[in-house]
């Protein structure tokens, strides 16, 4: 396993654990209040996640890249859950502002992946002749 | 490094800059401030790295949007081509996450008719030279 892959599953058993505290949360305001900061910390974290592992990303061959993919299809499993289980508290309102910051990261690790899907493990041969073209100029 | 853009960026920019009550009216300004002082290596390191072969590296910059107070995350997204032979970085692409030209992804066929059009202005010199430390003027 690489230290790409153990920062992407340690992030994934955070989320899970931060999802049974929100599950088993009610409308009490300290309880609110809780959920609240767990969830901006889960933001943070998911930011800072991304940001962290993108230098080691660049540097991935492509079967590197290939191999990682499915831990962050894990991950990107995992945030879904969370943003069904906060989509769905009856006091959704109250921890609006948090749900759409943790969200916003959702969306992020869904743009990550995409990208590698799409260009760094795809064998596109028109996008390499073109590139190649461009370095003969 | 010199700062060049092609047409496809400046008609994207424009479009954003048009109307300040879209929210767009600082994408000069946080072009500016995510490349100002950076080396291709700096860029390299701090952004996602789309495309490599030989001298040529496609990368996606996530950006700041100042002017709704919106971090790199949900702000706008800047495709540049860093070219080590002509030792320049091209911005190919603005857009942004959110709001009336808000995108999420651009499709492959969308990077190539980007690469098309700067291998094209590339070939014809009709890249415009940018200066990054007075809000993206070009430079005559």
């Given at each position: 396993?690489?230290g790409i892959?153990?920062k992407?599953?340690?992030?994934?058993?955070?989320?899970?654990?931060?999802?049974?505290?929100v599950?088993?949360g009610?409308?009490?305001l300290d309880?609110?209040?809780?959920?609240?900061n767990?969830?901006?910390g889960l933001?943070?974290?998911?930011?800072?996640?991304?940001?962290n592992?993108?230098?080691?990303v660049?540097?991935?061959?492509?079967?590197q890249?290939?191999?990682?993919?499915?831990s962050?299809?894990?991950?990107?499993?995992?945030?879904?859950?969370?943003?069904?289980?906060?989509?769905?508290?009856?006091?959704?309102?109250?921890?609006r502002t948090?749900?759409?910051?943790?969200?916003v990261?959702?969306e992020?690790l869904?743009?990550f992946?995409?990208?590698?899907?799409?260009?760094r493990?795809s064998?596109d041969?028109?996008?390499?002749?073109i590139?190649g073209?461009?370095?003969?100029? | 490094?010199d700062?060049?853009?092609?047409?496809?960026?400046r008609e994207?920019?424009?479009?954003?800059?048009k109307?300040?009550?879209?929210?767009y009216?600082s994408?000069c300004?946080?072009i500016?401030?995510?490349?100002?002082?950076l080396?291709?290596?700096?860029i390299?390191?701090?952004?996602f790295?789309?495309?490599?072969t030989?001298d040529?590296?496609i990368i996606k910059?996530r950006l700041?949007n100042?002017?709704?107070?919106?971090?790199?995350?949900?702000?706008?997204?800047?495709i540049?081509?860093?070219?080590?032979k002509?030792?320049?970085?091209?911005?190919?692409k603005?857009?942004?996450k959110?709001?009336?030209?808000?995108?999420?992804?651009?499709?492959d066929?969308?990077y190539?008719?980007?690469?098309k059009?700067?291998?094209?202005?590339l070939?014809?010199?009709?890249?415009?030279?940018?200066?990054?430390?007075?809000?993206?003027?070009p430079?005559?």
């Amino acid at each position: 396993m690489t230290g790409i892959e153990e920062k992407v599953i340690r992030f994934e058993q955070e989320n899970e654990k931060a999802q049974k505290f929100v599950l088993g949360g009610d409308e009490h305001l300290d309880i609110i209040l809780q959920v609240r900061n767990v969830v901006d910390g889960l933001s943070e974290r998911f930011s800072a996640l991304l940001t962290n592992i993108t230098p080691d990303v660049n540097n991935l061959s492509t079967q590197q890249v290939t191999a990682l993919i499915p831990s962050l299809l894990n991950l990107y499993s995992t945030s879904i859950r969370m943003v069904a289980i906060l989509k769905k508290l009856p006091w959704i309102l109250d921890v609006r502002t948090s749900a759409q910051k943790y969200y916003v990261e959702v969306e992020n690790l869904r743009e990550f992946i995409y990208d590698l899907e799409n260009f760094r493990t795809s064998d596109d041969d028109e996008l390499t002749k073109i590139i190649g073209h461009i370095n003969d100029l | 490094m010199d700062i060049l853009s092609t047409s496809t960026f400046r008609e994207a920019k424009d479009l954003l800059i048009k109307r300040p009550e879209n929210g767009y009216g600082s994408c000069c300004k946080d072009i500016c401030d995510a490349l100002t002082d950076l080396t291709f290596d700096d860029i390299y390191n701090l952004h996602f790295l789309i495309r490599e072969t030989g001298d040529i590296r496609i990368i996606k910059v996530r950006l700041k949007n100042s002017f709704q107070k919106i971090g790199s995350s949900s702000g706008y997204r800047l495709i540049i081509l860093g070219n080590k032979k002509y030792n320049h970085i091209a911005l190919l692409k603005i857009y942004p996450k959110r709001g009336k030209y808000g995108q999420s992804d651009l499709r492959d066929f969308e990077y190539k008719e980007l690469l098309k059009t700067y291998s094209k202005e590339l070939v014809e010199k009709r890249l415009v030279l940018h200066n990054l430390n007075n809000d993206l003027t070009p430079i005559v």
